[in-house]
Structure formats: structure tokens, C-alpha cells
């Protein structure tokens, strides 16, 4: 089993760059590939980028490409969401998620889950 925390999300004007955090407890983050999802109001989840157990395969949705990254610290039990460009369109609950096995870019595929931290981008 693994818990999850998000963390850096905040206020940001348009043009600007975030870099979310999710730390994983316990001793095996490595075997866990990770997702990003997030939610808008109103809106349904929605995939933002995956990255395998290792970290030596990421994807990330291809409407996002070119201003995210995902990436992960397997020695830090830690997985990254770097954010850049950033468009009142991003205003979101960002989410991670991990799951054993293979990386999905379906939320349903994952067994656990962080809180959400909230990212509004200001025009």
C-alpha cells in the first residue's frame, strides 16, 4: 500500500511555470508506475501525463506536450509534475495516482490516490 501527498499548487499568473510534488510512503515507490490527473469545476478528471515504475518512460497528454513534464525520484520517493506556460486553462485540482504494474492513462486503472492540490492560474 502506498500514500500519497501532493504539494505546490498555488496562485500563478498566465506565462508563468509550476512544479507539483507527490511524495509516496512506504518502501516500494518503485514499483508503482505513476499518473497526474486533473479537474476543473465543472469538469470531469482528466489525464494530464503518466510515467513508468522506473521513470525511464513518461507520456504526457498530447495537448499538454511542450509545457509539461513528468518525472520522478525513485531515491526520493517522489514524483514531479513540472508545469510551464501556464494558461487560465490549467486551473485545476491536480491529482497524482499510483498503480502496480504498468502505467494507464485511465484514472479507473489506478488503486491510490493523493488529496489534490489546487493550481489557479491568474490572467
Known amino acids: 500500500q502506498v500514500q500519497l501527498v501532493e504539494s505546490g499548487g498555488g496562485l500563478v499568473q498566465a506565462g508563468g511555470s509550476l512544479r507539483l510534488s507527490c511524495a509516496a510512503s512506504?518502501?516500494?515507490?518503485?514499483?508503482?508506475?505513476m499518473g497526474w490527473f486533473r479537474q476543473a469545476p465543472g469538469k470531469e478528471r482528466e489525464f494530464v501525463g503518466r510515467?513508468?515504475?522506473?521513470?525511464?518512460?513518461?507520456y504526457v497528454a498530447d495537448s499538454l506536450k511542450g509545457r509539461f513534464t513528468i518525472s520522478r525520484d525513485n531515491a526520493k520517493n517522489t514524483a514531479y509534475l513540472e508545469m510551464n506556460s501556464l494558461i487560465r486553462e490549467d486551473t485545476a485540482v491536480y491529482y497524482c495516482?499510483?498503480?502496480?504494474?504498468?502505467?494507464?492513462?485511465?484514472?479507473?486503472?489506478?488503486?491510490?490516490w493523493g488529496q489534490g492540490t489546487q493550481v489557479t492560474v491568474s490572467s
Open positions: 495516482a499510483a498503480r502496480r504494474g504498468y502505467t494507464s492513462s485511465r484514472s479507473s486503472d489506478y488503486e491510490y
Open positions: 512506504g518502501r516500494s515507490f518503485s514499483s508503482y508506475a
Open positions: 510515467i513508468t515504475s522506473g521513470g525511464g518512460g513518461s
